[in-house]
């Protein structure tokens, strides 16, 4: 029907199943990524563990298959934008509105976790809008695949990925588990409620970006009007060793509500402050 956006591992469509009769969004991945026989079986493979996870924070997808020598999905359509695009129009996102997001997408994370999957490409235009207050992550399986396809071979290779939110270990060919996740949903947080992101880099360089990412900036440094609690948890999420970084989502989606009530309660304090008088109306 349309082309919704295009990026490096392909263009995403809006289009109809005429079979069922419903609107789905169709990404054709880039012939490079899944021209030969093993590669395709891989991405077939990750795409169809993706496909289990049947969670309300995950785009659910519907099929997979090859055509013309092409991979392509069918997925859910989630066109309310993403919190790329959000962030593009408002700059800063409210606090309570960034740690709702962040506790959506790590449930999300998590369900997807459970059946074995790492996402590898958290990022702004990774987590997509249903309406004003519901999102979801996506990509889920073909992130795995096209990093692997796309590895630095060296300390001073081009990087796959957007440079902000990878994980350190990843510029190193060390080891990614589900913390290496947690740094970019945290590092996509933190330029979500800051308006500008950890590193102040562009470059594709390992080598540089690996430098840059030891000594990320201070959150309530840029956004001095960030809550304690919620800084305390973006800070951690993107500690350059994984070591230092939550080790599950469990453990990470406590913080994140701990971190949302101490928001509320601030926020109640500040509206009761605002009636100086009450205390003259309570009854003896």
């Given amino acids: 029907m349309e082309t919704l956006g295009a990026g490096g591992m392909g263009t995403v469509y809006k289009a109809r199943d005429t079979q069922l009769e419903r ?4 990404k054709l991945l880039h012939k490079d990524l899944g021209s030969e026989a093993d590669h395709d079986a891989q991405l077939q493979q990750e795409a169809r563990i993706a ?4 969670h309300p924070n995950v785009v659910q997808i519907f099929s997979l298959g090859t055509d013309h020598g092409q991979f392509y999905v069918v997925m859910e359509l989630v066109d309310h934008g993403s919190l790329d695009d959000l962030m593009e129009s408002q700059g800063r996102l409210p606090e309570h509105q960034v740690l709702d997001i962040g506790i959506q997408i790590a449930r999300g994370l998590r369900a997807a976790h459970r059946k074995g999957l790492i996402h590898r490409d958290v990022k702004p235009a990774n987590i997509l809008f249903v309406d004003e207050q519901a999102a979801k992550i996506g990509d889920f399986g073909l992130a795995a695949f096209a990093t692997q396809q796309s590895q630095n071979t060296g300390s001073d290779g081009v990087l796959w990925g ?4 990878v994980a350190p270990e990843r510029l190193c060919n060390q080891p990614e588990d589900v913390r290496s996740d947690i740094y970019s949903l945290g590092a996509t947080l933190f330029h979500a409620v800051a308006g500008k992101a ?10 540089e970006l690996c430098a840059l990412k030891q000594h990320p900036s201070e959150l309530r440094t840029i956004a001095p009007k960030v809550s304690g609690p919620t800084a305390r948890v973006l800070q951690r999420m993107i500690a350059p060793d994984p070591k230092q970084r939550f080790s599950s989502y469990d453990e990470l989606l406590a913080e994140f509500d701990a971190a949302r009530r101490a928001l509320e309660i601030a926020d109640a304090r500040r509206h009761s402050s605002r009636w100086p008088f009450s205390g003259l109306f309570r009854h003896n």
């Fill in 198 to 207: 950890p590193i102040d880099s562009s470059t594709n360089s390992a080598t």
């Fill in 51 to 54: 496909a289990c996870v049947n």
């Fill in 162 to 165: 957007t440079p902000p939110y």
């Fill in 23 to 26: 609107f789905v969004a169709l």
